[in-house]
């Protein structure tokens, strides 16, 4: 009886397909995974570098940092830590004593999967002007990865568990580095690491 019931199933679902109508969770899979992963066209701001520098590298160092720092050990601060209206009041100490570092961990493992699709941005370019290759399958590989690997860092944040976040850690810098060894690290012949010169690379393909 039940096997009938699927076959019949099955049947309206195909028969519904041109309607795009997708009922049920089995169904919207296949669709996902075709999908082409897109960045948001719109409100671009900053080039490669600046974003680099603002978001992935503060909130991926919160993670890597798990490697070696308990979050459980972060204390609130004592009151008046931050300044007051009257003396030096400091923003950053503020706003960094506001949650617990477990909660700090989350937020940034959070973050860096958000933000992730930001590579994908058309339009935006590196430093030196290249445009960030956003069309490209092995650009888009390293993007992918990258947001698998924030997500497993996220995971294991909500463990509480020092070890599991340090090993998602492997991940999260492997991501880092398989981009940047295409994509950022790569220098014309004979220039050396920090000259201005050896950024011309950035952003091209090999
Ligand atoms: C999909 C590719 C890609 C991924 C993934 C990626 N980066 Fe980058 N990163 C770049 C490129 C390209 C540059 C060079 C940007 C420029 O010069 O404008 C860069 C530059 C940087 C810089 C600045 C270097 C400088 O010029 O001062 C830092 C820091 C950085 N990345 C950190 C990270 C961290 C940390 C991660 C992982 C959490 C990461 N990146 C993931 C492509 C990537």
């Known amino acids: 009886m039940s096997s009938i019931r699927v076959s019949v199933l099955a049947a309206v679902c195909a028969s519904m397909v041109s309607f795009g109508a997708v009922t049920h969770g089995q169904g919207a899979?296949?669709?996902?995974?075709?999908?082409?992963?897109?960045?948001?066209?719109?409100?671009?701001?900053?080039?490669?570098?600046?974003?680099?520098?603002?978001?992935?590298?503060?909130?991926?160092?919160?993670?890597?940092?798990?490697?070696?720092?308990?979050?459980?050990?972060?204390?609130p601060l004592p009151p008046g830590a931050a300044g007051s209206a009257t003396t030096n009041f400091d923003w950053n100490l503020w706003g960094a004593s506001l949650y617990s570092g477990w909660e700090d961990v989350d937020y940034a493992a959070i973050t860096l999967a958000e933000v992730t699709p930001l590579l994908l941005t058309p339009g935006r370019t590196c430093a030196n002007g290249k445009p960030v290759p956003v069309e490209r399958a092995d650009w888009i590989k390293y993007t992918t990865d990258m947001l698998e690997a924030a997500r497993k860092s996220y995971e294991a944040s909500k463990t509480r568990n020092m070890e599991m976040v340090a090993?998602?850690?492997?991940?999260?810098?492997?991501?880092?580095?398989?981009?940047?060894?295409?994509?950022?690290?790569?220098?014309?012949?004979?220039?050396?690491?920090?000259?201005?010169?050896?950024?011309?690379?950035?952003?091209?393909?090999?």
């Not at 996902?32 to 992963?37: E, F, M, S």
């Open 29 to 75: 899979k296949p669709a996902q995974a075709d999908a082409k992963p897109e960045g948001p066209r719109w409100a671009l701001t900053g080039n490669m570098q600046q974003l680099m520098r603002g978001i992935f590298f503060p909130n991926a160092n919160m993670v890597f940092n798990v490697q070696t720092h308990d979050p459980a050990d972060k204390k």
């Open 167 to 206: 090993d998602s850690t492997n991940d999260l810098n492997d991501a880092c580095q398989a981009c940047h060894r295409v994509y950022r690290d790569r220098r014309p012949p004979n220039v050396e690491r920090g000259d201005p010169a050896a950024m011309a690379l950035r952003c091209t393909a090999p």
